[in-house]
C-alpha cells in the first residue's frame, strides 16, 4: 500500500507545531497502524530526520498507552485502540490526518505524545478502597450478586486511553471519571467512601481544567472499551447522592 | 441547566394545551385567557399567579442562559487547539443546542413584546388575544418567524429533554431508548401543537 500522512510535528511542550506531510510506500495491510508508524520512522532515521514521536506500550489493545486522532476520530475508523487498528481498513492511496488528542488538560509534550498524568491525579484522588493489607482475604467473605459484579466489570474495562476527552468537543472527562466512580461505588468493597470517592474524582477532574458535560455521546462511541453513556447519569446520581448525605 | 430546563418544558406543555383552545372559537379562548388571572383567587388576589408564574419563568430563562454561557465558555477553555481535520460531530440536534438556544431567546422577546404587551401587535387590543393572535398571523414574517423558533424549539427539546435526564441521574442503560423516544415524542408533540395555530390561521379555520 501506498498512503500519504499528514502527521502533527511539534519538537516540545512550549514550541509550535504543523501538520507534515510523508509519503510512506511498502505498507502492508496487516501492518497494524503503530507498525504503519514504525516503517515510516525508520525511512525517517535512515533519511536522518527525526521520527515521529508517539506512545504505545504493549500493542495489545489493553494498556491504555497508545492513542491518536486518526482523520477527525479517536483511535481511528474502527472502535479499538490505535495499535489495534489495522492498515487493511485503509484503502491504497489514502490521505490520513494523525493528530494528538485535543484537550487543555492533555498537553502536547512532543509530536503525538500527550501528558495525560491528569487522569492519575483524578484516580489518585478516589480511585482506591480501604481494605486491611496483609494476606489475600478468603475470596467468599464478601458476597457480590452477580448484576454488580458485572456493572463493576464493564466499568473497570477503562484502561484511561483518552479516547473520550480527545472526542469530545468540550474535552470532558465525564466518561472516564464515571467508569471509575461507578466501577468502585457499586461495590459492597468501595462502599466505605462511596460518597467522598465521586466528590472527591469529580473535585479532581473540574481541577484539571476538563470541559463540561453536554451529553453529545462522542466520547461513548469512540471509547475502544465501549464504557455506556449512561455511566455518567450513573456518576450524576451517586454526585447527587453524595451531596444530599451532605459528606 | 437541566432542573430549569425541565421547569420550562413542564410550562410548555401546559401553555401548549392552552394555546389549542383556540380551536373552541374566540369566546371560549378569551374566557380561558381571563381564567389565567384568577386561579389561585381567593388566596391570591386577581392575577397574581400569573405574575408569579412570569416571576419564575423569567428566573428559569436568566438561569438557564446563564448556566449556558457559563458553560460553554469552560467547554471552549477545555479545547484551545482545534483538530486540522474536521468532521461533523454528534446529531444535529446536539449541534444546535447553543444557536438554537439563542434563537429562542430572541423569540421569547419578540413574543412578549407581541402577544403580552402588546406592543408590536398588529391589532394590540388588551384582553382579546383571540382577535390578537388571528391579527399577528396574517402577516407572513410573524408565521415565519413563529415556525422556524418552534422547530428550533422542537430539536432544542430532543436532546435537551434526554440529556436532562442524564444530567440529573435519571438515566440508565435500560431506560435510555425510553427516554429518548420520550424526547423525540415530546419534541414532536409541542413543535405541531405550537405550530397548528399559526397553520390555523393561515389557513383560514381560525378566523
Known amino acids: 500500500m501506498k498512503l500519504t500522512l499528514r502527521i502533527w510535528r511539534q519538537t516540545g511542550p512550549d514550541e509550535p507545531g504543523r501538520m507534515t506531510t ?3 510506500t511498502g505498507i502492508s495491510p496487516d501492518m497494524s497502524f503503530l507498525e504503519m508508524l514504525d516503517h515510516l520512522n525508520e525511512e525517517l532515521i535512515l533519511a536522518g530526520d527525526e521520527p515521529v514521536a508517539f506512545d504505545h506500550d504493549c500493542r495489545e489493545g489493553i494498556c491504555g498507552a497508545c492513542g491518536m486522532v486518526i482523520n477527525g476520530r479517536a483511535h481511528g475508523p474502527e472502535r479499538t485502540t490505535t495499535c489495534q487498528l489495522h492498515m487493511r481498513h485503509f484503502t491504497d492511496g489514502d490521505t490520513i490526518d494523525v493528530e494528538p488528542w485535543r484537550a487543555a488538560a492533555f498537553p502536547v509534550v512532543k509530536d503525538l505524545v500527550v501528558d495525560r498524568s491528569a487522569f492519575d491525579r483524578i484516580i489518585g484522588s478516589g480511585g482506591y478502597i480501604t481494605a486491611p493489607t496483609g494476606a489475600a482475604p478468603e475470596a467468599h467473605a464478601t458476597a457480590v450478586p452477580k448484576p454488580v459484579a458485572d456493572t463493576a466489570f464493564e466499568h473497570a474495562e477503562c484502561i484511561g486511553c483518552g479516547a473520550c476527552v480527545a472526542a469530545c468537543p ?6 472516564f471519571t464515571s467508569a471509575k466512580v461507578v466501577h468502585l461505588n457499586v461495590l459492597p468493597q468501595g462502599a466505605p467512601e462511596r460518597e467522598s470517592r465521586v466528590l472527591d474524582m469529580v473535585g479532581a477532574m473540574d481541577a484539571e481544567g476538563f470541559g463540561g458535560c453536554t451529553n453529545t455521546g462522542e466520547c461513548a462511541t469512540a471509547c475502544p472499551k465501549g464504557i455506556p453513556l449512561p455511566s455518567i447519569a450513573a456518576m450524576n446520581r451517586e454526585y447527587l447522592r453524595a451531596l444530599s448525605k451532605g459528606r | 441547566m437541566a432542573v430549569t430546563g425541565v421547569a420550562m418544558l413542564l410550562f410548555l406543555v401546559g401553555h401548549m394545551l392552552g394555546n389549542l383552545k383556540i380551536f373552541f372559537g374566540a369566546p371560549e379562548f378569551n374566557a380561558y385567557a ?3 388571572r384568577t386561579i389561585g383567587e381567593p388566596v391570591l388576589h386577581y392575577g397574581w399567579f400569573l405574575w408569579l408564574m412570569r416571576l419564575g419563568l ?5 438561569l438557564h442562559g446563564v448556566a449556558a454561557y457559563q458553560l460553554s465558555r469552560r467547554d471552549r477553555a477545555a479545547r ?4 486540522a481535520h474536521r468532521r461533523q460531530r454528534a446529531s444535529y440536534a446536539t449541534r444546535t443546542m447553543r444557536w438554537g438556544g439563542v434563537i429562542l431567546a430572541l423569540f421569547i422577546v419578540w413574543h412578549i413584546l407581541d402577544l403580552t404587551t402588546l406592543t408590536v401587535n398588529p391589532r394590540g387590543q388588551a384582553h382579546h388575544p383571540y382577535e390578537n393572535i388571528v391579527a399577528d398571523f396574517r402577516n407572513w414574517y410573524a408565521d415565519v418567524f413563529y415556525i422556524v423558533a418552534m422547530l428550533a424549539l422542537g430539536l432544542h427539546i430532543r436532546h435537551g429533554f434526554w440529556s436532562a435526564a442524564q ?4 438515566n440508565n442503560a435500560r431506560r435510555d431508548r425510553a427516554l ?3 424526547a423525540n415524542a415530546l419534541a414532536l408533540v409541542l ?3 405550537f405550530i397548528a395555530v399559526p397553520v390555523a390561521v393561515m389557513t383560514g379555520v381560525v378566523s
Open chain 1, 22 to 24: 510523508y509519503d510512506v
Open chain 1, 170 to 175: 468540550n474535552g470532558s472527562a465525564m466518561l
Open chain 2, 34 to 36: 381571563a381564567w389565567l
Open chain 2, 58 to 62: 423569567v428566573a428559569a430563562v436568566v
Open chain 2, 80 to 83: 484551545p487547539a482545534k483538530y
Open chain 2, 167 to 170: 444530567t440529573l441521574g435519571a
Open chain 2, 180 to 182: 429518548k423516544a420520550l
Open chain 2, 191 to 193: 413543535t405541531c401543537g
